[in-house]
């Protein structure tokens, strides 16, 4: 059974940093891209960030370029997301998705439960 | 900012057909798939179409998907109490680099 569950959200102050993991089981990790896509409360879905199934491609929103860093362990089986530089505006549910390929699409056949991040002095 | 726009909201009655637009330009529908996410209240995102018309595994086939230049809709029939949810459309966008998400839209079982 395929199953990815995010952990390390929490309260940060304004200029803090997170990092995010992804703990992926029941499947070989490192055939598959995955990505990060987040929702603010009452607010739609937003892409963030993704990698590639091998880590040589990562891709980032304009939104957090440059403050977010997406790396993942393959001899794990592990995503992260590490969290710089943190805005009230990076205040949301933070999923972890598996894509469908080994390269980045917007495909995303399993998701995590969520892990809330909330930005706030 | 959504790249992808769709209706806030759509509504309908029992057993009726419900469709749900999504609009795009040609760096992201124009040029790659889409593909459908259905969000119960409380819950994570669940793939629903892929690849413009496909259905995962274990969906009704009263989901259906469709891709026409740079729009895609979402057709629901047979409404059911249980489809009532946030549905979102996404696709890959080559000027951007990245994947991108619909504005989501409510749909009401009444």
């Known amino acids: 059974e395929v199953q990815v569950l995010e952990s390390g959200g929490g309260v940060v102050q304004p200029g803090g940093s997170l990092r995010l993991s992804c703990a992926a089981s029941?499947?070989?990790?490192?055939?598959?891209?995955m990505s990060w896509v987040r929702q603010a409360p009452g607010k739609g879905l937003e892409w963030v960030s993704s990698?590639?199934?091998?880590?040589?491609?990562?891709y980032y929103a304009d939104s957090v370029k440059g403050r977010f860093t997406i790396s993942r362990d393959n001899s794990k089986n592990t995503l992260f997301l590490q969290m710089n530089s943190l805005r009230a505006e990076d205040t949301a549910v933070y999923y972890c998705?598996?894509?469908?390929?080994?390269?980045?699409?917007?495909?995303?056949?399993?998701w995590g439960q969520g892990t809330l991040v909330t930005v706030s002095s | 900012q959504s790249v992808l726009t769709q209706p806030p909201s759509a509504s309908g009655t029992p057993g009726q057909r419900v469709t749900i637009s999504c609009s795009g330009s040609?760096?992201?529908?124009?040029?790659?798939?889409v593909n459908w996410y259905q969000q119960l209240p409380g819950t994570a995102p669940k793939l629903l179409i892929y690849?413009?018309?496909q259905r995962p595994s274990g969906v009704p086939d009263r989901f259906s998907g469709s891709k026409s230049g740079t729009s895609a809709s979402l057709a629901i029939s047979g409404l059911q109490s249980e489809d009532e949810a946030d549905y979102y459309c996404?696709?890959?966008?080559?000027?951007?680099?990245?994947?991108?998400f619909g504005t989501g839209t409510k749909v009401t079982v009444l």
């Open positions: 998705a598996k894509d469908t390929t080994l390269g980045s699409s917007a495909r995303f056949d399993y």
């Open positions: 990698i590639s199934g091998r880590g040589g491609g990562t």
């Open positions: 040609s760096s992201n529908i124009g040029s790659n798939t």
């Open positions: 029941g499947f070989t990790f490192s055939n598959y891209a």
């Open positions: 996404a696709s890959w966008d080559d000027r951007l680099n990245g994947a991108v």
């Open positions: 690849s413009n018309n």
